[in-house]
Every structure is written in C-alpha cells, then in structure tokens.
C-alpha cells in the first residue's frame, strides 16, 4: 500500500529526522507507527544517522503491531523487524539475527541493559506508549537511564502522556532531556511545581500542582514535545456511549448493601490510605459484577444480575460482533460460561491471531482484560459494539481501550455500552471517569462520599 501522508503526518516525520530526543504525544488513531517506521526508514537508509534501532512496547504490540505496519506500506519494505520475545535463549538468538529494527516487551527492559551492560549497542531507541515509563521507581525506568547516555536518538510515543496528573510527566521527559527541562530530581520538580493535597500527620498520598504550574510545564516542554489531538486531524465516526442500567434484585441488592455496609463501616472513623481504598472499592466492584473471592481465593457468586444484562445486551445486537472488556478473572469465566451454549463464536484476545480473527469477523464475542488490549492494537475492522462488563478506575486504560474500534478506518459509529449496578460503586467509577484529578484522588473522594451515605443510612 502507497503511503500518502497528511500534512501533520508529514510535520510529525520532519520533527523526527531534526530532533535528537522527541515526545510525539498523538493521540489515538493518528498513526504514531507509521510515522515513527518512515523516519527510521529514511535515518536508516537515506541519512545513514542510526544504525540499530530498539523498539519498546506493550507485550501484544511487541508481537505483531511494529512488523505488520512495515510490511502494510510500500515504502517499509526494506526495514527488517524481529521481535524479541519469549524465553531467554529465544530473546539472545533475536538479539543475534541480522536486522534494522528490534522489538522488546517493555518487562524485558531491565533484562536488556544487564545483557548488554557497556557494550549498548542500539543508537536509537523508541518507546512505544510512553506513559508506561512515568514511574520514576519501576525497573523499567531506571534501567533505561543507566544506558541513556549510549543512546543518540530516542522517541517517546503515547496518546495520554499525563493520564493521572502531571507528576507524570518529570520520569518521561527525563528520559528525552536527562533533567534539563524538569530537573535531574523529581524532588525538585514536586517541590518547585507541586503543593502537598492529602495527607495525615506523616505522610503525603498526594500533590497538587500550584497555580499557573500547567501552562509553565507545557511552555517547558514545548520544543521537544509534539502534542496532537484526533478531533483535531482526522473525521473519526462518532462515539456514542451508553449506560445500561442493573437492577439488582431484593436478595442481591440485599446482600451487596449488607457486605458494603460491614465493609465500609469497619473503616470509618480510621485514616483510609490509598492501598485500604483500593482494596475496598476492588471489593465492592467485584460485588457488582456479581461475585467475589473469598479468603480461599475462590470465587463466591452473589448474585448473576449483571450477567443476565449482559447476556440480553448481547442478543440485542443481533448478531453484531462486541468487544467486551472485563475486570476480574472471575468476570472472564462467568461470561465464558454464560456464554457456553449461546452458539456465538466466542473467544479471549490473547494472540495477535486472534486479533487478525477479530478484524477478519471470525469472532463473535471478543473478550480482553482493558490492560492487556488497550495499547496499539488496531481492531476497528472487526466491529463497533464495545461492552464494559466492568470498568476499573483508571481513565488511560479506558480512554485507549475505547481506541480500539474508535479510530482511523472505523467505518461505523462506535457504540460503548457500559454495565452500570444502580446504586452501586460503578456509578462512581462512570462519574470519576469524567474528572480530570488523579487516579488515587478519584478513588479516595469516591470512596469517602459512599462512606458518608453508608454511615448516614446505618
């Protein structure tokens, strides 16, 4: 296939080829990959700037996403990409075939510098989704600074790169400046740009920044960082979301206010720190999904309220693929087996052939854990029914797993149904998603207004 650029496409490509260290911050469906690929095409073979180039991503989209878009387009034919996967000796002989272009797991990160040690041999290095490496204290991150000053040319590519706050920011850009923009500490970063929000006496769960710190951030890192919107550059089909309403019956909704009552009031009156929440609202998610584990980890069901919706939004779409996303393992098997005698040919994403199965209408029901699917998988081609069996509180991996079908060659308005216990702790998730604070502050503030109206109604 011919590759004709779009104007911003073109900028994108030309910002690459000039810049030593780049940000491409482009939203999803923008074809961060074939940009990246055409200006590693032309260092490579036109400009004799790189030499080896290194390739970081998400697990599924090290399998298959980089070495299908360069074979898909014309101009890609040359660049030869091997991924490096799967177990120690099948990663060294990757590592050892003649190539242009090597992709690893990001897990493997750490794995990679310690093999290379001194002798880093990749010139350039692309971090595909970029936001993964906000963790200044992951493996990943630090692994990746030992070996920055081997490296001439890096890129980072997301569409979110601050999802939670923009403390996010300072572990990303220090691997494209080493400190110059934000600081060689994020002490100093926190300490010039941030406030302390929550707290108790010994700890801080959480900054906030100070007035006017955003717009000095952005003007910071305006030179080495391209920052693009979908809505802006492309005519993407609409998205229409819509929330689907679960009524727990008497028994179920009895037992879902009696297990939430123990649970929350047991806490009430005590500081609640971010892991208690998380445990607590994880709880109450499982609740509303209709089961939960017990202290054996096996799974309890409470009620199948949600699969019954489940299973009539289903036969509403009459025949129509869905890609549903779910939240816990045992939301997985309890679907699978609602499922079993449906007739529909019903499959788990967890190979890039099953995603090739997808977007070619061999599956009927595709069923993917958000984390595991959000990232670089292009699946419009397969449907436009989303389901969300269960939604977790982080708005990146919902924002990206929504990309999924709802972008560049989507043909169809895309339909995002998500499942929604009235009453229950997914209305907070749904209405946290609409906020633009943090992760851990959407839990905590949530978590705190249930605890009121519990207490209010004891």
Known sequence: MKFVPHAYQR????????DPALGLLLDMGLGKTVITLTAVNDLKY???????VLVVAPKKVAEAT???EAKKWDHLQMLRIVPVLGSQSKRIKALNTPADVWVINRENIPWLVEYYRNAWPFDMVILDEFSSFKNHQAKRFKALTWVRKHITRIVGLTGTPAPNGLLDLWA???LLDEGQR?????THFR???FEPDQRDRERVFSYAPKPGADEVIQSLLGDICVSMKAEDYLELPDLITVDVPVLLDSKAKAAYQKLEREMLLEVDGNTIDAGSAAVLTNKLLQLCNGAIYNESKETVEIHRCKIEAFLELVEGLNGKPGLVFYNFRHDLDRIKAALKNSGLRVRELKTAQDVDDWNARLIDIALAHPASA???????????HIIWFGINWSLELYQQAVKRLHRQGQKQKVINHRLVVEGGVDEDVIAALEDKSGTQD??????????EKVAKGA
């Open 11 to 18: 900028y994108c490509i030309m910002r690459l080829l000039a």
């Open 46 to 52: 036109n400009r004799f700037a790189v030499c080896k």
């Open 66 to 68: 980089w070495s299908k």
């Open 172 to 174: 990303q850009v220090y």
């Open 182 to 186: 934000l600081g060689e500490k994020i």
């Open 191 to 193: 300490e010039r740009y």
């Open 374 to 384: 959000a990232y670089g998988l292009n699946m419009q081609d397969g449907g436009n």
């Open 442 to 451: 959407r839990l905590m503030n949530a978590l705190k207004v249930r605890i």
